[in-house]
C-alpha cells in the first residue's frame, strides 16, 4: 500500500477563495482523522471518521470548514471562504480501530492563505 | 480537562547526550500510548506503541519508554542521542473510551548540537 496520499502538497490561494484538500486514507483501515498543525496551536485534530461517519467534528474551527467521507478511499477538507489565519499544514490520517490503531499519516498539505 | 501533557517544549542536547522526554495523561481506565516523531519539513512517523504486556517498549532507532500506570506517565528515552535525533516528537494517546480518537500532547522540539 502506498500509504494515506493527500493532495495538493502545498496550495497558495488568496483570501476568500475555497479550498478543497484531499486525503486517501490506507485501504482497509476504518478511521479517518483530519489534523491542522500551526506554530501557535499545535497539532489539532479537527473532525474524524468511522466507516465514513463523522464521529467527531468538535474541533472544526467554524462553519467555513467541512469535511466529507463520500467512500472508505476518499475524504476532503473543504474551506471557504479561506482566510489568512487558516494558513497550515493540513494532515489527513488513517488507522485502524482503537485496540490495533496507531495513526499512519500523510505528507500533509501546506495551505498558505494570501 | 482530560488530556496529554508534554512539559518540555524544547530540549536542547549535544551528541551522545542522554535523552527523557515527559508524557503524562489525564486519562483514567485502559489506554493505548504512542510516541511519534515529526523530522524536519515531514509528516509524522510512529516510533513506538504501547498496548499492553511488558511496560517497557522498544520503538525504532534505539527509542525506547516505560509505561507507569501508577503516574499516568509514558516518558520517551534515548541512551545516547545524534544529530539526526532533531525532530518533533510527540506523544499521543488513545483511551478506550474515546472510539478510537487520538489524542496528542502538544509536542517537543529537540535539538541536536553537534
Known amino acids: 500500500d502506498a500509504g494515506v496520499i493527500q493532495s495538493p502538497r502545498h496550495e497558495v490561494t488568496e483570501m476568500g477563495q475555497e479550498v478543497t484538500l484531499r486525503c486517501k486514507p490506507i485501504?482497509?483501515?476504518?478511521?479517518l482523522f483530519w489534523y491542522r498543525q500551526t506554530m501557535m496551536r499545535g497539532l489539532e485534530l479537527l473532525i474524524y471518521?468511522?466507516?465514513?461517519?463523522?464521529?467527531?467534528d468538535s474541533g472544526m474551527p467554524e462553519d467555513r470548514f467541512s469535511a466529507k467521507m463520500p467512500n472508505a478511499s476518499f475524504s476532503t477538507l473543504k474551506i471557504q471562504p479561506s482566510e489568512p489565519r487558516d494558513s497550515a499544514v493540513y494532515f489527513c490520517?488513517?488507522?485502524?480501530?482503537?485496540?490495533?490503531?496507531?495513526?499512519?499519516f500523510g505528507q500533509g498539505t501546506r495551505l498558505t492563505v494570501v | 480537562a482530560q488530556s496529554v501533557s508534554q512539559h518540555n517544549h524544547h530540549v536542547i542536547l549535544s551528541e551522545a547526550a542522554s535523552l527523557e522526554l515527559g508524557c503524562n495523561y489525564s486519562y483514567g481506565g485502559t489506554v493505548n500510548l504512542f510516541w511519534y516523531v515529526q523530522y524536519p519539513g515531514q509528516h509524522l512517523q510512529l516510533l513506538l506503541k504501547?498496548?499492553?504486556?511488558?511496560?517497557l517498549v522498544k520503538g525504532i532507532k534505539g527509542f525506547e519508554a516505560e509505561f507507569i500506570k501508577s503516574k499516568f506517565s509514558f516518558n520517551l528515552r534515548k541512551p545516547s542521542v545524534q544529530w539526526s535525533d532533531t525532530a518533533e516528537y510527540f506523544c499521543?494517546?488513545?483511551?478506550?473510551?474515546?472510539?478510537?480518537?487520538?489524542?496528542f500532547g502538544s509536542g517537543t522540539r529537540l535539538s541536536i548540537r553537534p
Open positions: 504501547y498496548f499492553s504486556g511488558d511496560p
Open positions: 471518521f468511522n466507516n465514513n461517519v463523522p464521529i467527531d
Open positions: 485501504s482497509g483501515h476504518d478511521y
Open positions: 499521543a494517546v488513545i483511551p478506550y473510551s474515546s472510539a478510537s480518537k487520538i489524542i
Open positions: 490520517a488513517s488507522s485502524l480501530p482503537g485496540s490495533l490503531g496507531e495513526a499512519f
